[in-house]
């Protein structure tokens, strides 16, 4: 993610991107075909059944995900970049923390993980000093709570310290 | 009025003071964070509205230390709140208001819950069905319009109601059943939007609860034929011209033998002890005594039975037996 | 003239002092409210409704009219700063908004953006004050058939229009409308699409996708070009608002089109999410910049935040004349009303005149105040971008993740967020149009359950969707929208000929 690591001018090829993605709304258009063919897809005396519509979307997809594969083998050539390995491993020290945040949410609570977050992110990415980084990084999971537990009164996921602490 | 709320906040406020003064001795146990009511339907609904009259009616009169939200959760046809409630045992901070999906929710669309996995607490109320047409058309009787509908080829008479494979389809199957007719049954979101679409003639009946059609009857868009209760209403107030709740006719009385009522209660999650249920017992007679809560019986034309503990189960339990009769003749059960 | 000296007491109710203090504090309320993605206005007033209960119903409900005008001004300020749209209707803004924020004209875009809405609900009010019996009869007509043909005409309207490759956006619509599939059919009570994950019950919720598909979509592309967003050169200039208005006049004719189409989406009750999205696809084709628009044209913020905001406020007649809601808040305001013992319905002008005209009289002053102060807030908004990515993306992924849970009060729909933000930068960066697939998120249920229900009526005669002059005109209409490059470019051709 840093500035060097960028510019090496090598990673993956738009092409199996593209094939890729093609493939995937292929399966995803198999799955709602699939479902709709468990509810029924026949237009019954009242109109149609509840899979008629979700069956033909499926289809369409189905369909269209081909001629975007052949779109993608033929109008993108091999050569041609989805993203440098830099670029990538930028958009990944994005997704991986965030990964973590959202899969410890249920269990730790909102608070503590968006305090970690923040600080991590200040920190890792940011390289502030740890006075802005934690004061940021508590203000906010406060002002959080302030705002929604207390003033609109939404309940927010918890964790065993906010138990802990009776809230 | 204003003087006149003023003077009847002041009047619920002194039966207030007796009240709780009379139950300080039962109260064991006490909320110690903030009280969730689910509510199994999308805003703006009838449960929404009475979960949000009672969490107004607390705020207010200040009958509980703890605040009290409302929580929608609509998804799949209510299942997504009971599960909700369901994995939430023994936590005495979430109520769950009900309507006849938690019947015909799990009969229906097989979503795995049943009232076995909820503590019941309070029912608070029981919400009427009325069978009504347009006020344009000629029928003056429920006699006149199955006659009508007798007469027309099959389902060339169209009955609006509220969800799929709910208590209004259930109605009107029951009504296709008495009379030997058969309608086209069409489904929308909201009993709101039900009854203006009575008025706007594209359908031609419906199976309404009082306060959803209310406004209309009063304007003289639409009219009630009969109610689906074992006796007429209590209410005797004049609401539409010369017209008030009480002289509508039963069904039965009209040669459409069906009674249905929804219930309008509360329950909790397994697992709870009794001094919270009781807590929660005493703060709805507390909520029961506010003259908002007077005024929202009044006009939705409730029928105002009130049950807890045991005979409030036993009721439940005879409904679902019913309910589950009535899917099973209408062929309404998920197919697995 | 009764009308008008009706109005007059009504100005008199709302001026009073307590009334102006209880209005203030609701546009506050209300512009938070709006900005925070996952508190939209119907959970804002239901929320707030308790606090109200102690008041008159009067100031009651002009406090509660005044956060839901706040709620509308708020929607666009996410929208455009970050690609985040915290309601339905604000998805179009992002359109033209975001680019324009990036430019470094965030602030042009944020007062055409509060100017249009005000424009947008000032014609709603006027029309709800003058022709208000009329309008009420007019929404009567609307049956589940002629609301099929409003969505279609929305359909139409939108689509056809990108420069992506059409099988792209065919696929990325028809995803759209499979995710809004999933859950329960409304029509049969059936579960569908399912597979029996009780997770899936609910379906997917557009403000899941949309927070996922733009707004972490966003941080994602950002972090690919280079720690920092590209608005961050946009100076604070106090004159901002004073210069884009010299530029809006120009727009005059997108404004009034955009005002109608809102009004009528408004009142039948369609809502103002497809509003939003036919104006938006409407000024693309008839502006002579259309080509343009998607790059940061500020006619393409001014076209759907008119159109929502016409919307929004006519969808408060239907609830006051009817007792039915054009939209969700206004679903919970009728909660409210009921409350105070107010019945809705076609007596409530009759028997509650101080409270109806003490309503509409606090809809001109509370959007009057509302644009006041939303417009002084504008340099202070345009000023967030300024603050470094790193401490700005952490904050924003926070309040998404509570945006996305506050929907069902369910985590699952966070993992789900950051799973849409992912496919939303893989597929943004192959080219294929977010759009459609919104668009067919938040409509695509509507219109399929508004079609079966036609059917059931008409015991499956597709007839039913010409059978009276005004379904079969929208559906005329819809038709027209969608051959509309076709008919324009043989119209050029045919004028040529002749001119040759």
Redesign the interface.
């Known amino acids: 993610m840093s500035e060097a690591s960028q510019g090496t001018g090598r990673g993956p090829s738009h092409r199996y991107v593209e094939v890729g993605v093609a493939i995937a709304t292929a399966l995803f258009a198999i799955i709602v075909m699939i479902g709709s063919l468990q509810v029924g897809i026949t237009w019954g005396v009242e109109g149609p059944r509840a899979g008629f519509f979700p069956f033909y979307v499926g289809l369409f997809i189905l369909i269209s995900s081909g001629f975007n594969l052949y779109a993608g083998f033929t109008e993108y050539s091999p050569s041609k970049l989805f993203a440098e390995w830099g670029q990538l491993r930028s958009v990944m020290s994005v997704v991986i923390p965030t990964t973590v945040y959202v899969l410890a949410m249920p269990y730790v609570g909102i608070y503590l993980s968006s305090f970690v977050l923040i600080a991590l992110f200040m920190k890792w990415l940011g390289r502030y000093p740890w006075g802005l980084t934690l004061s940021i990084a508590i203000c906010v999971p406060l002002l959080t709570y302030f705002m929604f537990e207390k003033w609109f009164l939404v309940p927010l996921p918890k964790g065993p310290i906010e138990d802990m602490l009776g809230l | 009025m204003l003087l006149k709320s003023l003077k009847s906040i002041a009047l619920g406020t002194v039966t207030l003071l007796c009240a709780a003064h009379l139950s300080v001795a039962h109260a064991q146990w006490e909320p110690t964070r903030t009280v969730e009511i689910i509510v199994p339907a999308g805003p703006g609904g009838g449960a929404d509205q009475m979960a949000r009259v009672v969490q107004g009616i607390v705020t207010k009169h200040n009958l509980m230390k703890q605040s009290m939200v409302v929580i929608n959760k609509a998804g799949g046809a209510g299942g997504e709140g009971f599960l909700e409630v369901k994995g939430a045992r023994a936590n005495p901070h979430k109520l769950i208001i009900t309507l006849s999906n938690l019947f015909t929710t799990p009969l229906a669309t097989g979503i795995p819950f049943s009232w076995k996995d909820l503590t019941p607490v309070a029912m608070l109320a029981l919400d009427e069905f009325v069978l009504w047409v347009n006020a344009e058309t000629p029928y003056q009787s429920v006699k006149d319009y199955i006659a009508a509908v007798k007469a027309a080829p099959p389902g060339q008479f169209k009955m609006g109601g509220t969800g799929s494979k709910q208590e209004d389809q259930i109605i009107t199957v029951a009504i296709e059943k008495a009379a030997g007719v058969k309608f086209t049954y069409i489904p929308f979101r909201g009993g709101g939007e039900v009854a203006v679409q009575l008025v706007g003639n594209h359908v031609n009946s419906t199976v309404n609860n009082p306060i959803e059609a209310v406004a209309q009857w009063r304007a003289d868009k639409v009219r009630p034929l009969c109610v689906f209760d074992g006796k007429t209403l209590e209410y005797k107030d004049k609401v539409a011209g010369e017209k008030s709740w009480a002289d509508i006719p039963t069904c039965k009385s009209q040669g459409l033998d069906m009674e249905y009522l929804m219930l309008r209660g509360f329950f909790m999650p397994a697992g709870v002890t009794k001094p919270q249920t009781d807590y929660y017992v005493e703060l709805f007679k507390k909520v029961r005594e506010t003259p908002e809560w007077r005024d929202l019986m009044k006009n939705g034309a409730f029928n105002q039975s009130f049950m807890v503990g045991a005979e409030y189960a036993k009721w439940v339990e005879n409904e679902e037996k019913r309910h589950q009769a009535l899917m099973k003749e209408a062929g309404f059960l998920a197919g697995n | 003239m009764e009308e008008l000296a009706n109005l007059m007491h009504g100005f008199g109710v709302a001026l009073q002092p307590f009334n102006i203090g209880v209005m203030v504090l609701g546009i506050v309320l209300g512009v938070?409210?709006g900005v925070?993605p996952g508190?939209g206005g119907?959970?804002?007033i239901?929320?707030?409704?308790?606090l109200t209960?102690?008041m008159?119903p009067t100031s009651a409900i002009i406090m509660l009219s005044c956060i839901y005008w706040g709620a509308l001004f708020g929607g666009a300020i996410t929208s455009i700063l970050f690609n985040i749209p915290g309601e339905p209707w604000s998805v179009a803004t992002t359109f033209d908004g975001h680019p324009m924020a990036q430019q470094g004209k965030a602030g042009e875009a944020l007062t055409a953006a509060f100017t249009s809405s005000f424009v947008g609900a000032l014609f709603a009010v006027i029309m709800i004050t003058l022709v208000a019996p009329l309008v009420a009869k007019f929404?009567?007509?609307?049956?589940?058939a002629e609301k099929f043909a409003v969505f279609f005409l929305a359909f139409c309207s939108f689509i056809g229009m990108g420069k992506e490759?059409p099988?792209?956006t065919?696929?990325s619509m028809?995803?759209g409308?499979?995710l809004a599939?999933v859950?329960?059919?409304?029509?049969?009570?059936?579960?569908?699409?399912?597979?029996g994950f009780?997770e899936m019950?609910?379906?997917f919720d557009f403000l899941i996708a949309v927070i996922g598909l733009f707004g972490?979509g966003e941080?994602?592309l950002t972090?690919?070009?280079?720690?920092a967003f590209k608005g961050k050169a946009a100076g604070i200039n106090p004159r901002v608002v004073w210069e884009t208005w010299k530029t809006l006049p120009r727009f005059w004719m997108t404004s009034l089109r955009s005002c109608i189409i809102g009004c009528w989406m408004g009142i039948s009750p369609a809502g103002a999410t497809p509003a939003s999205f036919m104006s938006y696809g409407i000024a693309k084709r008839a502006s002579k910049n259309g080509a343009n628009f998607g790059k940061g044209e500020i006619e393409g913020v001014v076209a759907p935040e008119t159109a929502a905001h016409a919307a929004g406020t006519s969808a408060l007649l239907?609830m006051l004349s009817?007792?039915?809601?054009g939209s969700?808040t206004a679903?919970?305001l009728?909660?409210g009303l009921?409350?105070w013992?107010l019945?809705?319905?076609?007596?409530?002008f009759v028997e509650q005149k101080?409270f109806v005209w003490g309503l509409i009289a606090s809809m001109y002053l509370g959007n009057l105040v509302g644009l006041i102060i939303v417009l002084t807030m504008v340099p202070f908004f345009a000023a967030i971008l300024r603050i470094?990515?790193?401490?700005i993306?952490?904050?924003i992924?926070?309040v998404c993740?509570?945006g996305a849970?506050?929907v069902?009060?369910s985590?699952f729909d966070?993992?789900l967020?950051?799973v849409f933000?992912?496919i939303g930068?893989?597929?943004k960066?192959?080219n294929?149009p977010l759009a459609p697939m919104v668009l067919a998120i938040v409509l695509g249920d509507k219109a399929?359950?508004a079609?079966?229900?036609s059917?059931?009526?008409s015991?499956?005669s597709l007839g039913i969707f010409v059978s009276n002059g005004l379904v079969g005109s929208i559906m005329f209409l819809g038709l027209v929208a969608l051959l509309w490059p076709v008919i324009a470019d043989g119209w050029t051709k045919l004028r040529t000929r002749t001119a040759a």
């Open positions: 938070l409210i925070l508190l119907a959970n804002g239901a929320i707030l409704l308790p209960f102690s008159p929404a009567l007509q609307f049956g589940p490759p099988f792209k065919l696929v028809m995803i409308f499979a599939a859950g329960l059919d409304s029509v049969t009570g059936q579960l569908r699409l399912t597979f009780t019950l609910t379906g972490i941080i994602l972090m690919e070009e280079g720690l239907p009817l007792g039915v809601p969700p679903a919970v009728l909660g009921l409350i013992g019945q809705p319905g076609p007596l409530l101080e470094p990515f790193s401490i993306a952490p904050i992924l926070v993740a509570i849970y506050t069902h009060n985590t966070v993992v967020m950051l933000g992912v930068y893989i597929l960066k192959c294929y399929e359950e079609f079966r229900q059917l059931l009526g015991q499956g």
